[in-house]
């Protein structure tokens, strides 16, 4: 194995230590900010006028929320009402998508937020401006299984309604006669329309405890889309999964509802790297100066890092290697709800779970992936296909990594071996790390005078591991 070792002249060397000294005076805090956020919002919580703000100020335009957000306003300003589903896993930023359509139309100056990073979509503050929706939201979380959907939803809207124009609004026998009432009744209110704002569809379906429950639901979702383009009003649900995968739908009814739901988008593929440095972290004034500087510094060590300056500066102080593992085992992790949870708490602390603020470390400790291991580990170690590799795997380490090794930095950094080791394992996408991938991973620095050492330090580490611990094997390449 060789490496290039870059030649440092004395000037050079001069100009390192005296960084060193200003980076050790240095905390991560000085450079960065970690704003406030609720890693789980539910529709409920635009009835809030703390959790409103809150709503707002962390919603990020991500390239796909753009594009569904686009979707949405398109068909709300083209006076057609029609159903729209939004599906999205566990975690996915669903309700907070919901959160915002409501805000949107109810609270005028919620679109500084969206304006500010989508410019474009301007013309739909326009259009929404002339028009007057009713909104009713309806977060099925907070209703049990045996109640039917027509209930909740006829009762959410009366609730919304004065209560004098409330009174007027019961009374009728059937589905027709009320809907008929209830657009008289909104015309009269000056209303435009309705949206009907519906969260968490999928599972309160899933919820039912027979299947004539579940069809008596399933036939006032299909009556409520025949009805929105005549309203006009407009349902947009969540779901966890698609409507006919909640249970037996008739192959009429599901093609009716079909038809009637044409507009189905999705959410969860928005990229980490957007979340982190759009809504998690903020930089202080002043602090890309300082944080070229770290990268610069980075490079000496690590010559072949395989990082641009813009991307290490745009994600900092976290690791870009950990956003990509972090991506990878996205599946494991409750989507992007624990990809928020991560970055946010690991940066800024957590006292009632122990875990201590990284922006009280020296501004040279970036946030690196083994972590993930260490906030993930009892949901590894719940699941039955990794928690071998906690049983097992780690807690033998565990044992045997001091016998291995008696310099604490190389025992340290055996431990953040295997815990790196055992993620790769368990990644649903698979990828060949070498050596160097792990110690530009690791980026324990030795010195900066002789490059190829930082390198031969983990593989030191790796080639102990394999000849003498029980789990871990290397597989020889040219390089490293």
């Known amino acids: 194995m060789t490496f290039a070792t870059p030649v440092k002249g004395r000037c050079e060397r001069t100009i390192l230590l005296a960084l060193e000294r200003e980076n050790g005076s240095l905390r991560i805090r000085d450079l960065v900010e970690v704003p406030d956020i609720r890693t789980v919002i539910q529709l409920e919580d635009v009835k809030d006028d703390k959790l409103r703000r809150m709503i707002v100020e962390t919603f990020v335009l991500t390239s796909e929320v753009q594009s569904n957000l686009r979707a949405v306003l398109t068909s709300l300003t083209a006076h057609e009402g029609r159903g729209v589903f939004l599906k999205g896993h566990f975690g996915s930023g669903k309700s907070h998508f919901l959160s915002m359509v409501s805000l949107l139309i109810k609270y005028p100056r919620s679109w500084d937020t969206v304006l500010s990073q989508a410019p474009s979509l301007d013309e739909f503050e326009q259009k929404l401006d002339k028009l007057h929706f009713m909104v009713v939201e309806i977060s099925l979380v907070q209703h049990r299984g045996s109640e039917f959907l027509e209930d909740i939803v006829l009762r959410s809207i009366s609730d919304g309604l004065s209560d004098e124009v409330a009174a007027r609004f019961g009374g009728t026998e059937t589905r027709h006669e009320t809907f008929s009432r209830l657009k008289v009744l909104l015309a009269e209110e000056g209303f435009s329309g309705m949206v009907l704002l519906i969260d968490e569809l999928s599972e309160f379906l899933r919820s039912k405890t027979d299947a004539r429950a579940y069809n008596e639901d399933i036939r006032f979702l299909q009556y409520l889309g025949e009805e929105a ?152 170690r719940e699941r039955s296909e990794t928690q071998i590799y906690v049983q097992r795997v780690f807690d033998t380490s565990q044992d045997e990594i001091p016998d291995l090794f008696q310099d604490p930095d190389q025992r340290n950094i ?50 102990r591991l394999a000849k003498e611990g029980s789990y871990v094997r290397v597989e020889t390449r040219d390089d490293l």
Do not use: C
């Open 229 to 380: 383009s005549s309203f006009p009003f407009w349902i947009i649900a969540s779901l966890q999964e698609w409507i006919e995968e909640t249970g037996e739908i008739h192959q009429d009814t599901f093609n009716k509802i079909k038809d009637r739901y044409r507009i189905r988008l999705s959410l969860g593929r928005a990229h980490i790297e957007e979340l982190v440095s759009e809504r998690l972290i903020r930089h202080k004034e002043g602090a890309e100066t300082r944080i070229t500087n770290l990268f610069d510094d980075l490079k000496s060590y690590f010559p072949n890092f395989p990082v641009t300056r813009e991307r290490f500066i745009r994600l900092y102080p976290v690791h870009p290697a950990t956003s990509s593992l972090l991506d990878r085992l996205k599946p494991l992790f409750s989507e992007h709800r624990g990809v928020v949870d991560f970055i946010h708490f690991r940066l800024k602390g957590d006292p009632e779970r122990h875990i201590q603020s990284w922006l009280d470390r020296p501004v040279n400790e970036l946030l690196t992936p083994e972590v993930l291991f260490d906030h993930f580990l009892d949901r590894i």
């Open 414 to 463: 055996a431990l953040v071996v295997i815990k790196l080791l055992i993620l790769f394992a368990i990644s649903p996408v698979k990828y060949k790390y070498t050596v160097r991938h792990m110690a530009e991973m690791v980026l324990f620095q030795v010195t900066p005078m002789e490059a190829e050492i930082n390198y031969q330090f983990l593989h030191h580490i790796l080639d």
